[in-house]
């Protein structure tokens, strides 16, 4: 499968209804400023990030966020590469969805 690029509206129905790991890859110091819902973080620039991702079920469906797009882009192509099979990716980010007034947790 392809990474999917979805909305605020198709990434809110699928960390409510789905049964997957919902992934933020902003750094800490972004982090401060809110998250969507309980995310699991791992910093994009850390040294580790690859193997951290390693870490992760493989069989799990994974929504991945970052504060514009860029980052949790590239994620979702590295987590494709390492077989993951479904893979969404929020576009606008962590900005766009705060921005629109979908919830956060600050």
């Given at each position: 499968?392809?990474?999917e690029?979805?909305?605020?509206?198709?990434?809110?129905?699928?960390i409510?209804?789905?049964?997957?790991?919902?992934?933020?890859?902003?750094?800490?110091?972004?982090?401060?400023?809110?998250?969507?819902?309980?995310p699991k973080?791992?910093?994009?620039?850390?040294a580790?990030?690859?193997?951290?991702?390693?870490?992760?079920?493989?069989?799990s469906?994974?929504?991945?966020y970052?504060?514009?797009?860029?980052?949790?882009?590239?994620?979702?192509?590295l987590?494709?590469e390492?077989g993951?099979?479904?893979?969404y990716?929020?576009?606008?980010?962590?900005?766009?969805?705060?921005?629109?007034?979908?919830?956060?947790?600050?």
């Open positions: 499968m392809a990474v690029q979805v909305d605020n509206e198709t990434f809110q129905k699928l409510t209804e789905g049964n997957g790991i919902l992934l933020d890859v902003r750094t800490e110091e972004e982090i401060t400023n809110g998250v969507i819902l309980e973080k791992i910093d994009f620039s850390s580790d990030f690859s193997e951290q991702l390693d870490r992760l079920p493989k069989d469906e994974i929504y991945v970052c504060a514009v797009g860029g980052r949790s882009g590239k994620t979702a192509e987590l494709k390492k993951f099979k479904k893979i990716n929020l576009r606008g980010g962590y900005e766009e969805w705060k921005k629109e007034g979908y919830p956060v947790n600050e």
